[in-house]
């Protein structure tokens, strides 16, 4: 063991196709002394019993960048290392049996447009034509997509690992990781060969990763499925068509009946998910394995039973095909079905990649996005959808579970913009949940917080089939434009449990906090918004800032962002200064309207005049507490943020005063009137501030310096390529999803991070970002809407609603 490595960069904890990825990622960037682990031989685990499916498809703009640039990779991957590479690009159709996944289906070929890809639209008689064996006597159409294939899943991670080792990277074989160790600045990772110093440490277990990240104190939110495929032998009509055409099938997915079928060999392989699915390694009876290297479950086709024989009926040739094989096994899950790739939370130069369900098509994507992460501190795209801090640590095993198995049977299922899904809920409950749910509310969680959607009235529809849909006017939409309306011309209030908050003092606080974000702090006693960039000058979070005294500030920011602006801020925090997370301390009421100081002067004796930004202690309905003069819903109002014991009899106050209830569906509409920017929308790393339309949160001449701030100037001095831009659209019955394309003419010069209907302004709102040299008050363009275009306008630099910001001020 001589030659075994004493100390490396990066130590990567599993070899399967996405460890090997990562270190063949991070060789590309020149970051050579790195060594993996592997405590079998490379793709004992997950990968070695995949499908090997390669598709591009996703309804998720940052999943499909990552799996687009996995198969781009993998075309070229054989030649670039010298290593045979069985990869079929097939194409593939997914089938639409109803209008709504066709407008998925549109969706997305909008989407895969805007990355350079060309998606179709079939017609049932197109897709016999594509694949003659199939019924479509009740399919209304499909989705073709050319890039599509499959590959074999050992010769890819092989190939990646070959790469590796070319430029300099070592792989240790039969060699298990046993346990890590902090010692001053680096990590010491344990094997039974002896220990590897190490700078970064990442894990890519694979379902080992919740054991592997016990070493480091984390919970890794995260269960595991069992998923069976089926191999069928040779079919000589399949077998005929192919030596006739020269190729194979396009494989098929049947999403609205949960499964693929793809041509192997000249057979098939048929693979469901199947909603009555089965956990495994989380009981007594069924303990987690020491080792489970190349190893299946036994076969359990009881319970695909439904989808073989819908299957059959689809494709009436696999009722003739001989069963010749049958692949039981271990597949990881989050709770949101994407995989963990980026910082491990709360832990210095640590790193995830792992816990993939689509392991072999993510793959290439992932590897480079945790390549940049190392190497860069930041990734090209906005990777939130799979960064582990989206989890902030309330995902106990049990609503892993729950949700990792509703994720499993729902695999296909279209996502609708007002649809919650039932698993998991229930989580944390405002202090008033009792109460607004006794008025009607309907409720969605964020970061597991039960916040009111919108309140039902009598007759409202409240059932989860009426979500199912992506027309604007569900059944929530005489409410909602009822609350918004109540906020326009009197006093509504909104439950809103949950803000991350965060208090940070100590002397020196003010200055050291004044060098993270692009703008000027606030006074003691006022707050504001403030932007954090990183070195590129994009946007990575917005946070209000409240200052208390000189060197004392609560910083507030959106629920979900718990553990990602908490590590951002303890990341380089001088010393001396203190950190609380205050999250659960207090929660929050939006009290507002026009109405609204004359309402609250009869429940306070605070200065209700105190002008806007203003934050004052005060007792309201007899309870201590604090107010915040500001309103995202963009009229007078107030924040009131309290314990959350006081905040039952304020609550109770003003309901008694007659304020109106409202949610976050009238929240929604509210805000977008204003042009206020959601969190990861509408601002991301996708986006400079410049780009995002916020100047006026950047002081280039404070005596602070600020990440970012050279980028910020260059691209001042040479000009924005695209800029923010808010729009009003002759829609039809849909709201613009995210990263929908604008149109100018055949050219596409745009994207709406933001797209919903505002009820005071009777109008279809679009917030996104277009071409700067089109970005001008008047001009005309398109917005494409589940594939239809619709004529748009570009407004002025200004909200569409009280433009002048005089109501807000009042």
Known sequence: MSDFPKTARVVIIGGGAVGASSLYHLCKAGWTDCVLLEKNELTAGSTWHAAGNVPTFSSSWSVMNMQRYSAELYRG?????????????????????????????????????????DLKILTPDQIAEVYPFIATHDLVGALYDPYDGDIDPAQLTQALAKGARQMGARIERFCPATGV?????????????????????????????????????????????????????????????????????????????????????????????????KAHWVTKDDPFPEDFSFQLFPDDLERLEWYITDAMARVPLLETAPLTKVINGPIPYTPDGNPLIGPMPRVPNAYEACVFTFGICQAGGAGKVLAEWITQGATEWDMWSCDPRRFTGFEDQDYCVAKGMEVYGHEYAIHFPHHVWGEGRGKKLSPLHDRTAALGAQFGPFNGWERPLWYARPGDDVSEDAQRTWNREGPWFGAVKAECEAVRDGVGVLDLPGFSRFEVEGPGTAEWLAGRISGALPKIGRMGLAYFPDDQGRIVTEMSVVRREEDAFTLITAAVAQSHDADWLRRDMAAGLTFRDRTNDFTCLIVTGPKSRDFLAGLTEADLSAPWLSVQPAVVAGQDCALFRVSFAGELGWEVHATPARMPAIYDAILAGGAVPFGMFALNSLRVEKGYRAWKGDLSTDYTL????????????????????????????????????????????????????????????????????GHRVGACIGLGMLRADLNLPGQAVEVEIFGQRYPAVVQADAPLWDAKNERIRA
């Not at 991957?77 to 997914?94: C, E, F, H, K």
């Not at 000009?719 to 929908?740: H, N, W």
């Not at 604008?742 to 010069?749: K, P, R, S, Y």
């Open 77 to 117: 991957l054989g030649d670039a290392v010298d290593y045979p590479m069985n990869y079929n690009v097939t194409g593939s159709i997914r089938l639409a049996h109803t209008q709504e996944r066709l407008q998925e289906f549109q969706r997305v070929v909008g989407m895969g447009r805007y990355q350079g890809m």
């Open 690 to 757: 410049l780009e995002g339309g916020l100047d006026r949160f950047i002081k280039f001449d404070k005596p602070q310096d600020f990440p970012g701030k050279a980028a910020l100037l260059a691209q001042k001095q040479r000009g924005v390529g695209k800029r923010f831009c808010t729009l009003l659209i002759e829609a039809g019955d849909q709201d613009p999803p995210y990263m929908s394309t604008i149109w100018a003419g055949d050219t596409v010069v745009g994207e709406i991070t933001s797209g919903y209907y």
């Open 181 to 277: 160790r902090r010692e001053g600045e680096e990590w010491v990772v344990e094997t039974h060969k002896g220990d590897i110093r190490c700078e970064i440490v990442v894990n890519a277990a694979g379902y080992y990763a919740r054991e592997v990240g016990k070493w480091f104190g984390r919970e890794v939110p995260m269960m595991v499925m069992s998923h069976q495929y089926m191999l069928f032998d040779t079919i000589p009509e399949v077998e005929a068509r192919t030596k006739a055409v020269g190729h194979k099938l396009p494989l098929l997915r049947d999403v609205d009946s949960s499964y693929y079928l793809r041509q192997e060999k000249n057979g098939f392989n048929l693979g469901p998910y199947e909603k009555n699915g």
